[in-house]
């Protein structure tokens, strides 16, 4: 079994509508990235977060550490937000992060 | 403007030639990762390093080095190249380690034939 387990792997929208993409862990964790990478490659931080719920914009990210579970929201969902999102925990008491395999998000006009 | 730069960008090469990947930030971090990407495996980290001077073996090391002589800069090196190395590469970095923001570079595709 995987650390990390994203679902849904693929995804199809309407734009407008609400998305959740989710993420559980099997490992203790100090922190969680969640990262967008666009089709042509580039991988950008979207959030970072170790408790609780944060906002940028559109995107919401939340943590549940007692459930080993993430969430990333995205609200009135867009064509650019076409994207593989990537959720990567920070194991706890490493230098490493536990990339999931990703979830490739498509949103139509 | 804040970025992290990789060069090159593409690169094809043959089986035992040697070749350097670049990798430069001018955010005076001290942490700088290497990462490969591969279809279905998602990221692995290859190597890292907390600060000049200092790195560490990440989950997939073999037949890769690196080296951080200098805080910006942080090469990987693949001394005798095989066809299972190629991958697409991503440089990281971030100001102290993994409790902050990770900036990555654009990325390099290497293609060993």
């Known amino acids: 079994k995987n650390e990390v387990e994203q679902s849904p792997q693929n995804l199809t929208a309407q734009e407008g509508e609400f998305i959740t993409i989710n993420c559980s862990y099997s490992?203790?964790?100090?922190?969680l990235h969640w990262l967008q990478q666009h089709p042509g490659g580039g991988i950008v931080s979207l959030f970072m977060?170790?408790?609780g719920k944060k906002k940028h914009g559109r995107l919401i990210a939340t943590i549940n550490i007692q459930e080993k579970h993430s969430s990333l929201h995205i609200t009135a969902s867009h064509p650019r937000d076409s994207a593989v999102y990537i959720c990567?925990?920070?194991?706890?008491?490493?230098?490493?992060?536990?990339f999931g395999t990703g979830t490739r998000l498509q949103v139509f006009p | 403007e804040a970025q992290v730069t990789q060069n090159p960008r593409y690169l094809i090469t043959v089986t035992g030639k040697k070749l350097t990947v670049t990798c430069s930030q001018n955010?005076?971090?001290?942490?700088m990762s290497w990462y490969r990407q591969d279809p279905g495996l998602g990221l692995r980290q290859i190597y890292y390093?907390?600060?000049?001077?200092?790195?560490d073996k990440g989950d997939v090391p073999e037949g890769y080095k690196v080296s951080r002589k200098e805080k910006r800069n942080f090469p990987l090196i693949l001394e005798s190249p095989s066809p299972n190395q190629t991958s697409l590469y991503f440089c990281?970095?971030?100001?102290?380690?993994?409790?902050?923001?990770?900036?990555f570079g654009p990325g390099t595709r290497l293609t060993v034939l």
């Open positions: 990567a925990p920070h194991a706890y008491n490493t230098d490493k992060l536990i």
């Open positions: 390093s907390m600060n000049v001077e200092v790195t």
């Open positions: 955010m005076n971090h001290e942490y």
């Open positions: 977060l170790s408790s």
């Open positions: 490992v203790g964790i100090s922190a």
């Open positions: 990281a970095s971030s100001a102290r380690g993994l409790h902050n923001e990770q900036f």
